[in-house]
Nanobody, 115 residues
Framework: QVQLVESGGGLAQPGGSLRLSCAAS????????MGWYRQAPGKQRELVAV???????RYSDSVRGRFTISRENAKNTVYLQMDSLKPEDTAVYYC?????????WGQGTQVTVSS
């Protein structure tokens, strides 16, 4: 079992920045992928960005160039730096951990972008 604890959500103005963090604990495999998905009201959950243990990343087209994902393997922690935020970034952001066929989700943290 892997537990994920997220932090860093909140309210930001358009053009502003927020930083999300997610710490994993429990049965962590040496090779894994961590990252972020989001779900806006009335929409399906979608990929934001993921990063594996060797640092390979993947971003959705909607955030590429504005968001940066990083991780500290020694702390089993993943970060999402969100810059140039837009109102359409408003959603609940979920941390994800996956290794092989196993995956875990965090409880989610609300990000609201509004003036």
């Amino acid at each position: 079992q892997v537990q994920l604890v997220e932090s860093g959500g909140g309210l930001a103005q358009p053009g502003g920045s927020l930083r999300l963090s997610c710490a994993a604990s429990g049965s962590i495999f040496a090779i894994n992928t961590m990252g972020w998905y989001r779900q806006a009201p009335g929409k399906q959950r979608e990929l934001v960005a993921v990063i594996n243990t060797v640092g390979s990343t993947r971003y959705s087209d909607s955030v590429r160039g504005r968001f940066t994902i990083s991780r500290e393997n020694a702390k089993n922690t993943v970060y999402l730096q969100m810059d140039s935020l837009k109102p359409e970034d408003t959603a609940v952001y979920y941390c994800y951990y996956g290794s092989g066929s196993k995956g875990s989700w965090g409880q989610g943290t609300q990000v609201t972008v509004s003036s």
